[in-house]
């Protein structure tokens, strides 16, 4: 450990740590705009400059490391004019209109400047060239907005391992994005939104639906349902000021309403759903695999992240037959609204719209996939992000955190408690055992509140094992095995587990997803998720599985009423036709 002082505070840190770090231990926060926790520090926007005793510069405190006995001063005169004098710079290249741009109120560029007092810009020069990029079906590129912080840089290559956008050319002239300055669209992007998460302005944002989910509401031929996923209701409170990790489930479906939607539901129906299917599916391996000695693709992927899809067809198109056949929540919702519910209320399967709410860029591309249309029409017509959600909520004058709480509709609005945790890394692997163990056993999950710990939290990969003692006779070719499962989450992370299993790590099921802690800190959250917020957003969510009297997939009446009025049973005719898929390796 070393001593330093941060404006005069004693601060203790552990040896290669950080200025920057040092300052938040010391209870200081130092303005960043190329940070990324956790990740290789670019010191390149020296936003964060600071001042060091005996220094002849001022120094990038995100890239410095402390030595003993440092001092360190953040708010000197020096720093101040350094501070503003880049932002100046960075305002001066900006090709952008505050009054127009949807990160208006949300720009961590606008706010540094009105931080640093910044009233008008002094620096009147060239504007950085404006390029739009729409070409994929999740994301918008702005090159004129972009201020080269290199965060999107970052994650793409740090955090996803997928290298789509890099810096370009050198000096004025430089640009961020794909080689060649070519749009997005022909190089491999997963679509997870990352790169969107973390971009401090208007560079790069969701593919923008909330002008046809409009339409649609304001068509009086048009019945328009909504589906929310698990991880909305633990962030869509954010847009309007509350604490990461609040949960606003009722006041959603009240907003949902007054915006005119004319039936609300929830996407953790056909996470339940998912369950019934994709747990059925890995028995079905198992026995194939174990009793009937059969080949059978093993381990089983979860298949519910559309980001981590994407990148299988691109990268380990090996590894496709191991996927799960089941499409995600989103996409068994569209296909049942489209037939069972259209049938229930009377309705043509074209004049229901259903719109989603996720948490997820890539929806915005699954939803288009040209496969995702069992119910005969396209089974998804519209997602919105939650950003997009708060935008349209702000745009309607409702005053959110006023509203009382309303409830789901139904047939399709109950869902247990393993569906909300649909939400967190590991919590589709839990969701399942819950329901497979109690399946093949006849007892309950024995995991601590029905949790199985080793696959919670943030740790990258995690892994556990779950040994059969008895089960029933039906079974029994189970009796004695070890299942062994893994989850990972970034896809960095999964591009380790899928090289362990090519060289012999044995696993019976894994789940992936592509972002950071899941679908909690999905690319169309709102901005900024670091690992504080993400760790709120986890702990409510759990809140609100362990709040739940009914936590069991298999146990959702409404679950149970769906097989007996129409589906018939996991893996059946029907079930099969609307709710399972296939996937093709791609090239670009």
């Not at 992000?385 to 959110?400: A, N, P, Y």
């Not at 802690?517 to 709102?526: E, F, H, K, T, V």
Request: with cysteine; net charge neutral.
């Amino acid at each position: 450990m070393l001593s330093a002082y941060v404006n005069n505070v004693k601060v203790e840190v552990q040896e290669g740590q950080t200025i920057l770090k040092a300052a938040e231990l010391a209870g200081f926060r130092i303005p960043t705009m190329c940070y990324v926790e956790d990740k290789t520090p670019q010191g390149a926007c020296r936003v964060c400059v600071v001042e060091v005793e005996g220094a002849r510069t001022l120094m990038a405190s995100c890239c410095t490391p402390v030595t003993d006995k440092m001092k360190i001063f953040t708010n000197t005169k020096r720093v101040r004019e350094a501070r503003r004098n880049v932002v100046e710079l960075l305002l001066s290249e900006h090709e952008g209109d505050c009054k127009t741009c949807t990160r208006n109120n949300d720009c961590e560029l606008q706010a540094l400047a009105r931080e640093l007092g910044i009233d008008n810009v002094r620096f009147q020069g060239e504007k950085t060239a404006k390029k739009i990029d729409d070409t994929t079906p999740a994301l918008t590129r702005d090159s004129g907005k972009c201020i080269k912080c290199r965060r999107c840089v970052t994650v793409c290559n740090e955090v996803q391992s997928i290298g789509s956008i890099y810096p370009q050319s050198r000096g004025f002239k430089t640009s961020i994005g794909p080689a060649f300055d070519s749009n997005l669209e022909n190089v491999i992007c997963i679509q997870c939104g990352q790169c969107a998460a973390v971009c401090p302005v208007a560079a790069i944002t969701e593919k923008n639906h909330v002008d046809g989910v409009w339409e649609a509401i304001d068509d009086p031929e048009k019945f328009v349902v909504v589906q929310t996923a698990p991880a909305i209701r633990a962030a869509l409170g954010e847009c309007f000021n509350n604490e990461p990790g609040t949960l606003v489930t009722g006041k959603m479906v009240t907003a949902l309403r007054q915006l005119g939607f004319d039936a609300v539901f929830d996407t953790n129906f056909t996470a339940d759903l998912t369950i019934m299917e994709e747990g059925t599916e890995l028995l079905m391996r198992l026995k194939k695999s174990l009793q009937e000695k059969q080949m059978s693709p093993l381990p089983m992927f979860t298949s519910c992240c559309p980001g981590w899809v994407n990148f299988t067809e691109h990268y380990y198109p090996e590894f496709l037959p191991n996927l799960s056949t089941c499409k995600s929540p989103q996409q068994m919702f569209g296909a049942i609204a489209k037939t069972f519910y259209a049938a229930k209320i009377g309705k043509k399967i074209e004049d229901i719209t259903v719109v989603s709410i996720m948490p997820c860029t890539a929806k915005k591309f699954e939803q288009q996939r040209p496969e995702m249309n069992s119910s005969g029409l396209r089974d998804v017509d519209y997602v919105l992000t939650t950003r997009e959600l708060g935008r349209m909520i702000r745009q309607s004058g409702i005053e959110f955190n006023a509203l009382p709480d309303g409830k789901m509709d139904s047939p399709l609005g109950l869902s247990s408690g393993a569906a909300d945790i649909f939400a967190n890394t590991g919590g589709v692997m839990e969701a399942a055992l819950r329901t497979v163990y109690e399946i093949v056993t006849g007892r309950e999950f024995p995991g601590k509140n029905l949790h199985l710990e080793p696959i919670a939290g943030l740790d990258g990969i995690k892994q556990a094992s779950l040994k059969i003692e008895k089960t029933l006779k039906e079974w029994s070719f189970l009796e004695g095995v070890e299942v062994k499962v893994a989850v990972a989450h970034s896809l960095s992370n999964a591009r380790k587990i899928i090289e362990a299993v090519k060289n012999g790590q044995v696993f019976h099921f894994i789940e992936i997803m592509a972002c950071p802690g899941g679908c909690i800190s999905g690319g169309g959250q709102p901005r900024f998720t670091d690992d504080k917020t993400r760790m709120k957003r986890i702990k409510a969510i759990y809140k609100e599985d362990e709040g739940k009297k009914l936590r069991k997939s298999h146990e959702n009446p409404e679950i149970i009423q769906i097989y007996k009025e129409f589906l018939d049973k996991p893996l059946g005719k029907k079930s099969h036709k609307l709710l399972h898929t296939h996937y093709s390796a791609k090239i670009i």
